[in-house]
């Protein structure tokens, strides 16, 4: 039976958009340029990537701030709109997970976002008892597109590389999977798939019941015994 590994942001919580507007927001208040290609150049990174991305933009634009000031600032205001309507999940999310635990297959979390967000974000929106094992930020020591991530989590799953499938959102999501040796599935969020992404990525699918599909579907019965 194949592992299965699951991104989080992006791909099971709609959070990539609220993350967008937290930054959209501060780069208008202190004047921050270019802050759609910083964005985009952050999406599925840790966060010591993504304060060193900050700090080239805010020096870039003139800004007496450094990057993980900006950083945290994007966070409060992201656990503030969480706090006040819920974490937001993507479509099927749920019934997703569901029908992968009832097919009998191994299923992991892997992000970039800190361990100590991951849990707590998993825990109040009910998805951690569907997981097997959970990789967060500060586990490991090189953020996607380096495969570190995923072959962490593969092996703490008991699994196999080349018998792993990875559902991510992001292009460095997908480097870091086809860099393992693994099966990466596209669903794209804010980034649409280039020429490279669409040749690494296994499938590229539109939603998380189109997932389910492929995996409950044909593929599970034809790769259900090892």
Not at 101 to 112: E, N, T
Request: hydrophobic letters at 35%; proline letters at 5%.
């Amino acid at each position: 039976m194949y592992t299965i590994i699951f991104d989080m942001d992006g791909v099971l919580f709609d959070s990539e958009n609220v993350d967008r507007k937290a930054w959209f927001d501060l780069a208008e208040k202190y004047n921050v340029k270019n802050i759609q290609q910083a964005f985009e150049e952050c999406i599925g990174t840790p966060d010591k990537n993504i304060i060193s991305v900050l700090d080239r933009y805010l020096k870039e634009s003139g800004v007496d701030m450094s990057g993980e000031e900006f950083r945290n600032k994007t966070l409060e205001v992201f656990d503030e709109y969480v706090g006040e309507f819920g974490m937001p999940l993507k479509y099927y999310t749920s019934e997703c997970l569901a029908e992968l635990k009832k097919k009998g297959y191994r299923v992991g979390l892997a992000s970039s976002t800190p361990i100590e967000r991951v849990r707590p974000q998993l825990t109040e929106t009910g998805l951690i008892d569907y997981f097997d094992d959970i990789v967060g930020g500060g586990m490991f020591v090189h953020g996607k597109p380096d495969p570190e991530i995923f072959l962490m989590s593969c092996e703490r799953l008991g699994g196999k590389p080349e018998k792993s499938i990875v559902i991510e959102d992001s292009f460095n999501g997908i480097r870091a999977a086809y860099a393992a040796g693994m099966r990466p599935i596209m669903v794209p969020d804010i980034l649409q798939p280039d020429d490279e992404i669409r040749q690494k990525a296994w499938k590229i699918l539109p939603d998380l019941k189109a997932v389910t599909e492929l995996l409950t579907g044909d593929f599970c019965t034809e790769n259900s015994i090892e």
